[in-house]
């Protein structure tokens, strides 16, 4: 497995604020990266340290062989960035926005109308490709932001929130582009504070909060090596004291909704519920109880104690 970018003990530091936190990781050629963590957390942070848009405080990045402190020119040759803005131009088309961007940044301008042409057929943008953008939904001006980064074929694509401002009903379609890139050997490193694009998109994820790495590894895995089940249930009247009535059970991470439910993370949920529910009774009168494995939310909750929301 090949590593393409590698950051070692990385910190920056604005002023006061430490915005990356003596971050380690590794990302390996082929796949799908994200960094997952709330707003503020460091993730846009990270990737302009990654591409050399802004100097590192401390540690060492190493960029495919190159050092963006030193050799960002080197580095931006082989690298896309689609960023959290669109900035892509309101008035022109699509077709003319890519001219446009082409004219700019490609060194090689040969053959660039069948580039343009294949790359809105790719992101399916062909069909509307003489409209102005300003007419287009989010989640076309995202795609357009992507079939402009892919114009100079570079092995590694940042993707800074790839669904922000896109509907829910057509993620998946821009997820599905990003894995068709992937399939013909495209790196992407993605930022995300949303736990379905984290969990459904990405190969492999970095967990991280105030700028520090909090875990590491597939989504599957997280879920996996957690180790617990999550408890919902909804009682009447709510449990006031829930570290008396559950102590038994040893619950962890108890959260309580305005609207009646407690939450709580317990080891073998399953084998339990039976005695739970029959706990429980004795004072309440319990209206409805879940147990479900744990989601991405719920790692994030274990390990932060926050939940995490859009
Ligand atoms: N240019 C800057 N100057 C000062 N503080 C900044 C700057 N850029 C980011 N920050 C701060 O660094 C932290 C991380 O920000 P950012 O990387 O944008 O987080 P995210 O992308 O995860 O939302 C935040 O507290 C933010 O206010
Ligand atoms: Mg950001």
Not at 39 to 51: E, R, V
Not at 106 to 122: A, S, V
Not at 196 to 202: F, G, I, P, R, Y
Request: proline letters at 3%; aromatic letters at 6%.
């Amino acid at each position: 497995m090949q590593n393409v970018v590698i950051l070692e003990n990385v910190v920056k530091r604005f002023k006061k604020i430490t915005a990356v936190d003596n971050l380690c990781l590794q990302v390996h050629r082929g796949e799908i990266f994200g960094l997952l963590g709330p707003n503020g957390a460091g993730k846009t942070t990270t990737i302009n340290l990654i591409i050399g848009l802004l100097k590192i405080t401390d540690g060492h990045i190493d960029v495919l062989g190159f050092n963006p402190d030193k050799q960002a020119k080197e580095i931006r040759k082989h690298i896309g960035l689609v960023p959290q803005e669109t900035n892509v131009y309101e008035d022109l088309n699509a077709m003319d926005n890519l001219q446009h961007h082409a004219a700019l940044y490609c060194h090689d301008l040969r053959g660039l109308k069948k580039q343009i042409q294949e790359k809105l057929k790719l992101m399916d943008l062909w069909d509307r490709s003489r409209e102005p953008v300003r007419n287009f939904s989010g989640g076309m001006k995202r795609r357009l932001a992507l079939a402009r980064t892919l114009l100079h074929d570079p092995e590694i694509i940042f993707f800074d929130e790839p669904t922000l401002g896109v509907d829910v009903q057509v993620r998946h379609n821009l997820w599905n582009h990003i894995k068709q890139q992937r399939a013909r050997g495209k790196t992407f490193i993605i930022s995300t504070n949303n736990m379905d694009e984290a969990d459904q998109l990405c190969d492999r994820l970095l967990i991280m909060d105030n700028g520090k790495q909090i875990v590491e590894g597939s989504p599957l895995e997280l879920k996996d090596n957690f180790g617990k089940d999550i408890i919902t249930i909804k009682t009447n009247p709510v449990i006031i004291d829930t570290g008396d009535v559950l102590k038994h059970f040893k619950p962890d991470n108890i959260v309580q909704t305005n609207d009646g439910y407690t939450r709580f993370e317990i080891e073998n949920g399953e084998e339990l519920a039976g005695e739970l529910v029959q706990t429980i009774k004795i004072s309440y009168k319990l209206e409805s109880i879940q147990i479900a494995k744990p989601s991405l939310d719920d790692v994030f909750l274990h390990f932060t104690g926050r939940a995490l929301r859009e």
